[in-house]
């Protein structure tokens, strides 16, 4: 599998790109690479080998506030004096590569990426906002929905360093 390769505006074919929600395709379309440039979002895409304009998926990297709240009381103890945590803002994969599991690739080369910039920025977990119904597609891999929001999942750094390696 190839790598994933920061968003070129010049290079990929956004207007393509159709993972089946109009939301998350007009983001990858119109708003990612301002966003980037603006440094207030990074977006890494797949590209398919055979034609590396096309866009297999995508996911889109930024910081976000925790809301300790929602956390098990363990963790809100731990990390009481913290504030933000890494966030997989977007992710989806164009509905002509769905179901080859190029979604659960494109996730651990996201939580891969986060745990690696963890080791230099320190934050203790990671949180998704999942599209309706896609929170049990996280939960497989070991994220936990917030107590006061089924759609908002997390998953601690130390879990992640747990199952992936940086190598
Ligand atoms: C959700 C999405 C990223 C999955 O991508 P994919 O490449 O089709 O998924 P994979 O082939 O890697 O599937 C990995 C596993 O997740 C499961 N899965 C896939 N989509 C799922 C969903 N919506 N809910 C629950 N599980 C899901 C698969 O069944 C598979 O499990 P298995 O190995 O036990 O069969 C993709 O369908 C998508 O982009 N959907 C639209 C956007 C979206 O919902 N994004 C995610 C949240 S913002």
């Known amino acids: ?20 929600i109009t939301a998350l395709n007009n983001y990858l379309k119109i708003m990612a690479s301002q966003q980037a440039k603006k440094d207030n979002t990074r977006t ?7 034609c590396p304009e096309h866009i297999i ?17 363990k963790l809100q103890k731990k990390h009481y004096n913290v504030t933000s945590g890494g966030l997989i803002a977007r992710l989806a994969v164009d509905q002509r590569y769905n179901g080859k599991g ?9 939580l891969r990426k986060l745990l690696a910039a963890s080791e230099t920025v320190a934050f203790p977990v990671v949180i998704v906002d ?24 997390f998953i601690t750094i130390a879990d992640i360093r747990a199952s992936i390696s940086l190598g």
Request: proline share 3%; with cysteine.
């Open 1 to 20: 599998m190839n790598n994933t390769v920061q968003l070129e505006k010049a290079k990929h074919d956004r207007n393509r790109f159709d993972c089946g």
């Open 44 to 50: 890494f895409v797949l590209e398919d080998e055979h």
């Open 57 to 73: 998926g995508y996911y889109t990297l930024t910081m976000t506030p925790i809301d300790a709240e929602g956390l098990p009381e």
């Open 102 to 110: 190029f979604g659960e690739w494109l996730l651990i080369d996201a």
């Open 130 to 153: 999942a599209k309706d119904g896609a929170g049990h597609f996280y939960e497989k891999y070991g994220f936990t929905a917030f107590k006061d929001a089924s759609n908002k999942l």
